[in-house]
């Protein structure tokens, strides 16, 4: 099971940090992605990170503003979100790929399980 937290309302320009947390298995085991849904359009993604590594990726949208990251020892995945804008309002998934596979993609048919989500509004 994931549950990610962090989630709330914010000014353009502030900054949030969202949380991912596992229960049942190791995150390290798996490589994560964080999707968004923004209203009215469809999933995406926006950063992974790969299994057992700290090797990641981040969109070309968010690149430079979102850092996602590890915590073994918390067995959670954060997402840094700075400088954000109005349109990275959206409710925010962490999702585990299967442990088979080491890479992260931004492909969401590519993983398994799922978070409920956390909103994230960027508002004046």
């Known amino acids: 099971q994931l549950v990610e937290s962090g989630g709330g309302m914010v000014q353009p320009g502030g900054s949030l940090r969202l949380s991912c947390e596992a229960s049942?298995?190791?995150?390290?085991?798996?490589?994560i992605g964080w999707f968004r849904r923004a209203p009215g359009k469809e999933r995406e993604g926006v950063a992974c990170i790969n299994k057992d590594t700290d090797t990641t990726n981040t969109v070309d949208s968010v690149k430079g503003r979102f850092t996602i990251s590890r915590d073994s020892a918390k067995n959670k995945v954060y997402l840094q979100m700075d400088s954000l804008k109005p349109e990275d309002t959206a409710l925010y998934y962490c999702?585990?790929?299967?442990?088979?596979?080491?890479?992260?993609?931004?492909?969401?048919?590519?993983?398994?399980?799922w978070g409920q989500g956390t909103e994230v509004t960027v508002s004046s």
């Open positions: 999702a585990a790929r299967p442990s088979l596979f080491r890479a992260c993609t931004f492909q969401s048919e590519s993983y398994i399980d």
């Open positions: 049942g298995f190791t995150l390290d085991g798996r490589a």
